[in-house]
């Protein structure tokens, strides 16, 4: 199996006082065909790696190519055979979503008609109006059919889903999906863990400018010891001093951790460990205040990894 | 990969998609249009009704009381260019003073005829009712003229203010529009990252640059023709040299104020920054080079430094078409000036332009 992408030992510093190590020393292959995820909290340095990769920036040091190919030698090349979407870009707001797409179809020696492109991110409803007049999703949307208007053989997305609703969301995700189910390598970065898992053959998770893990995401997950996570709080104030392996005794926990008064176990199945944690308490006379049970996401890795919280939400992201 | 709906490009130019694109959102941009077709007109509409020129109607003179006054007055009613009043010394000092009147006169009791102007020399009527009155009164009192003279007033078109005014104006347009056409645009796509999306595409840059110019130049023709024709219609404003070389100046203007709009973008990341900029680059213009008054009104000190600006030489060379029909074989130095601008400015944008 050949690469779409092979880079090595990446660094980037931007200048300033005090200079920024943005990357510092990052190593990726990623494969033909697959869809590979880039994770990490804000300013991990997701947006650096991934322009490097798209030949906008230039590395402090390393190697990349792209397509068996160097940004040096070839750039005409690579780009022909790229489609990007940057993490924000806003399109000419009184221009078409068809004059928009032909504009950017005009840029490429081959690609699609521009209304296939519409096609394939669902806009058709909205080919005719100004760019202006898309909710957030559309606009989200469009930037894939930019992207893939070049019919390119690697397709880069930065934070496609960040900022919208679910609904949009899950449009965006089946719009990815199918570009994967058509064989074509995707290198995508998110904040999110299940779309990773959705999405994403791999995933990368980096975090100050290094790649802490890497695999496939239910790999990544599995390794927490569990694919769900009980939080809890209580009322009683002597529950605090117990230790956590008391807790992890408890059958199907693997893993215990303590924030700000909260219980937050790793289960892999919350259907045997709520009835006996129910049980355990009600034993001992202590009530709970709180309680929620949820999938195991990029939060609990990146805690368990890190033993830092996975930083401020989306809405902080400039 | 082998897909059917894949193509070959069909021949659509990239040039030609972004010089549409940048047309199509200039019309759909109604305040644009204004600011780019109407508000020249306004402006010289109004300003060719303010400043047009008007004969002197009549001067008021203040006569000071006194033995002589009475026959002052009459001689100066007499004539239909004076409105005389008698008053005070004092109360016609006043008037003096304050605009109400042009020229006091007092004739003191003497055995000659002898008279006494207070006048304002600052003042263009002022002065010319002083030598008017004068000549009426020394008539009055039996001076002959030694030569005879006949009056023949002339008030063409080309000397009126008004016609100097619209080269002024076609310059100020050029100037506005190519600094904010592509300063305030530039800017304004690289904040929103539009182009940093181009330079992730194979489009060359080269032709995003061009798009911007040629861009600049569809919109330009227009607005100057636009500009000719309202000031032929209203106000008789006809061009003496060729319309081939106007054209050639406005191409040239428009060119040179692009790569100067060019480079004042070149860096610029905020709105703010690039509006600072542009406006510290077209004030000396605006004020400097001869939009609404001749550069001659600026000491000779200054007027090398003065020349030295774009917009001087453009109207310099766009009045001696218009108003004295010179051709552009005589205008080397000007159209020399001009192109020096463009290509410097160009080649320092280029060299320093900041796509991300
Ligand atoms: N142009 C720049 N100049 C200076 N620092 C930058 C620049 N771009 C990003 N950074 C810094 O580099 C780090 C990584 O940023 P980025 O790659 O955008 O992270 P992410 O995309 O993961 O949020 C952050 O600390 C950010 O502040
Ligand atoms: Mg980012």
Redesign the pocket.
Known sequence: MSLAIRCAGLT?T???KP?????RGIDLEVAEGECFG?L????????????ILEGLLEPTAGEVEVLSLRWRDRPDAIRQRIGISL?ETRFSEKLTVRETLTLFRSFYRRGLEPDEAIARVSLEEKADAWIKKLSGGQKQRLAVAAALVGDPDLLFL??PTTGLDPHSRRQLWEILSECRRQGRTTVL?THYMDEAERLCDRVAI?DH?RIIAEGPPRELIARLGGRHVVEFSLQSPEAADLPAHAWQALPGVTGCRFENGTIRLSVAEPHVVLPALLAWLAERGWKLASLVTRHASLDDVFVALTGRQFEPKEET?P | MSNPSVRPSRGYHPLAGLVAARLREFLREPEAIFWVYVFPLLLMVALGVAFRNRPVEVFRVVVCAGPQAESVQRVLDADARFRASVRGEDEGRLALRTGRADLVVAAPADLKPRYEYLFDPTRTESVLARNTADDVLQRAAGRRDAASVDDRPVNEPGGRYIDFLVPGLLGMGLMGGGLWGVGYAIVDMRIRKLLKRYVATPMPRSYFLASVILSRLVFTIPEAVLVLACARIFFGVTNHGSYLAVLLLIVLGSFTFAGIGLLVASRARTIEAVSGLMNAVMLPMYIGSGIFFSTERFPEAIQPALVLLPLTPLLSAMRSVMLEGMGLASLVPELAMLAAWAVVTFALALRWFRW?
């Open positions: 980037k931007y200048d300033g200079p920024v190590e943005a990357v880039v990490g909290p804000n300013g991990a340095g997701k947006t650096t790696t991934i322009e993490q930065d934070e970065t980096i400018g992201e | 991300t």
